[in-house]
């Protein structure tokens, strides 16, 4: 699940430097989530040590992860991604169920998230009343969603500038926050400490970290890209998550500085609050613009990118051909961005009526998610036993125990999410158990996908 911004890559094959591969993996990762999660990460904790140990133990689980991704795409290069990983380590209809997945709860789930930070974000911009920033989510999905069935298309350097946005907005708030001291509020006893004890309130707290650092499994992407893979992909990791981590460290401990653990975690909008306590509210508002026109572009990605999954099933499943169709005048699959359009719509509605709208998607996708990057984890032991006659310029170092760790952290994210997240929780499951009976209509594929 990415709720960084959306980045393209087109190049040349071995045309990216590692200079070119840091700056892809740092774009992907740093984004929208950066202004949404913090403040549902110090629900969970009980004290500002306790908050930075998870960011910075999220980078570390980051780089595990994209290690582990590394060795997949670098030996099983694809434009499916996990879905082909996952459909030669387990076959096609694990595959296939993945792709119901991530069609019904992990793509439509994160657009549904990021949606609900940009309405928080654009209400305080413009208020609609008591529900607004769930109108505002609402009136983003079906703005931009008209857009991609238009055939609407971001172009590069448009998308380079909303990235440098973010970074902006980024880069103003550490600023601030380190250069400023308001006086933190006392700090009160953890809602989620109390309710679900140290265990699961922390692991709550690790999926969001987990989720704001979202998107380094792009990483597996750009092996075919770059000029020596099995040399600069381990080195574009490193120093990617090296400096993601550096930058969400910083930016937290401004967020400490300036709100203290008590009141991050009242925060609606902690970005523009920052900017609203040091600077006016002339800066929180052309911050509160700037996270606007980052959370659209990551929601429009998310829009355009999400729908191939529907496409696919599409083409998969005969029974669901229709929404395979195909409009050559716009280069996009209409009928797949209506279903994901009114899937997602459902979500803000569901969302709406819980208590936090971030909250409850999050909830909703992330034991779903979880489970299945379990799988890809244990996908890189699974493909060495099954295929150990397959080239792969890049291996994971140390294995079988990064795989190994990289699945056991995975395993315990499943069940922290499915405990203590609450109904949203057994929503996303249950949507995921659903997709077996379809699954089922698939024909039997003759052997395993090249």
Same mark, same amino acid.
């Given at each position: 699940?990415?709720?960084g911004a959306t !980045?393209?890559v ?10 070119d591969?840091?700056a ?12 949404g999660?913090p403040?549902?990460?110090a629900q969970?904790t009980d004290?500002?040590?306790i908050?930075?140990?998870?960011w910075a133990?999220?980078?570390?689980v980051?780089?595990v992860?994209a290690l582990?991704?590394a060795e ?6 694809n434009?499916g991604?996990?879905? &082909?990983y ?11 169920l993945?792709?119901?997945?991530r069609g019904?709860?992990?793509q439509t789930?994160?657009?549904a998230?990021? !949606?609900?930070?940009y309405g928080?974000y ?9 529900q607004g920033?769930?109108? &505002?989510?609402?009136?983003s999905v079906?703005l931009l969603?008209a857009?991609?069935i ?5 172009s590069?350097?448009m998308?380079l500038a909303f990235?440098?946005l ?5 880069s ?7 250069l400023t ?9 953890a809602?989620?400490l109390?309710?679900d004890g ?7 707290g ?8 979202g ?6 992407y ?7 893979p !099995?040399?600069d992909?381990?080195r ?6 090296v400096?993601?981590t550096?930058?969400y460290?910083?930016?937290?401990l401004?967020f400490?500085e300036i709100f203290g653990?008590?009141g991050?975690?009242q925060s609606?909008?902690?970005?523009a609050?920052?900017?609203r306590l040091?600077?006016g509210?002339?800066?929180a508002?052309a911050l509160?613009v700037l996270v606007c ?5 990551t ?10 999954v529907?496409?696919?099933?599409g083409?998969d499943?005969p029974?669901?051909?229709a929404l395979?169709?195909?409009n050559?005048r716009g280069?996009?699959p209409?009928?797949a961005l209506?279903?994901q359009?009114?899937?997602t719509?459902a979500l ?21 998610f979880?489970?299945f990057?379990?799988l890809?984890?244990?996908?890189v032991?699974r ?5 150990p006659d397959?080239?792969r ?8 125990f990064?795989?190994a760790l990289?699945a056991?952290?995975c ?10 997240a609450?109904t949203?929780?057994?929503v996303?499951?249950?949507?995921l ?6 699954i ?7 052997g395993?996908?090249?």
């Amino acid at each position: 699940m990415n709720t960084g911004a959306t !980045a393209t890559v087109s190049a040349r094959a071995g045309a990216l430097t590692v200079l070119d591969g840091v700056a892809v993996l740092v774009g992907v990762v740093i984004g929208i989530g950066i202004f949404g999660f913090p403040p549902l990460v110090a629900q969970y904790t009980d004290s500002p040590l306790i908050y930075m140990a998870l960011w910075a133990a999220g980078g570390a689980v980051m780089l595990v992860g994209a290690l582990c991704y590394a060795e997949l795409g670098s030996a099983y290069p694809n434009a499916g991604g996990e879905y &082909h990983y996952l459909s030669r380590a387990w076959g096609l209809r694990t595959g296939l169920l993945f792709a119901w997945a991530r069609g019904t709860v992990i793509q439509t789930g994160a657009i549904a998230a990021v !949606a609900f930070i940009y309405g928080d974000y654009a209400q305080q911009l413009y208020g609609l009343g008591p529900q607004g920033g769930s109108i &505002h989510a609402a009136l983003s999905v079906v703005l931009l969603t008209a857009l991609n069935i238009a055939g609407t298309r971001q172009s590069k350097w448009m998308q380079l500038a909303f990235t440098a946005l973010t970074l902006a907005a980024l880069s103003s708030v550490v600023v601030a926050g380190l250069l400023t001291d308001t006086g933190p509020a006392p700090l009160a006893p953890a809602a989620g400490l109390a309710a679900d004890g140290w265990a699961g309130a922390w692991g709550m707290g690790m999926v969001f970290v987990l989720l704001t650092y979202g998107g380094w499994n792009e990483t597996a992407y750009l092996s075919a890209e770059l000029r020596n893979p !099995a040399r600069d992909l381990r080195r574009v990791l490193i120093i990617g998550t090296v400096v993601v981590t550096g930058a969400y460290l910083l930016i937290n401990l401004a967020f400490l500085e300036i709100f203290g653990l008590q009141g991050l975690r009242q925060s609606q909008a902690v970005g523009a609050d920052v900017l609203r306590l040091t600077a006016g509210p002339y800066a929180a508002t052309a911050l509160s613009v700037l996270v606007c026109c980052t959370a659209l572009s990551t929601i429009n990605g998310t829009i355009m990118t999400g729908a191939r999954v529907y496409y696919a099933l599409g083409r998969d499943l005969p029974r669901l051909r229709a929404l395979g169709a195909w409009n050559e005048r716009g280069q996009t699959p209409v009928r797949a961005l209506l279903l994901q359009g009114a899937i997602t719509l459902a979500l803000i509605i569901f969302g709406a009526v819980a208590d936090n709208g971030v909250q409850a998607m999050v909830a909703y996708t992330a034991p779903v998610f979880w489970l299945f990057m379990m799988l890809v984890a244990l996908s890189v032991w699974r493909l060495r036993r099954i295929d150990p006659d397959r080239p792969r310029p890049f291996r994971t170092p140390a294995y079988p125990f990064t795989p190994a760790l990289f699945a056991l952290v995975c395993a315990g994210l499943v069940w922290s999410s499915t405990l203590y997240a609450g109904t949203g929780a057994l929503v996303g499951l249950g949507v995921l158990v659903l997709g077996m009976p379809v699954i089922a209509l698939a024909r039997r594929a003759p052997g395993r996908p090249g």
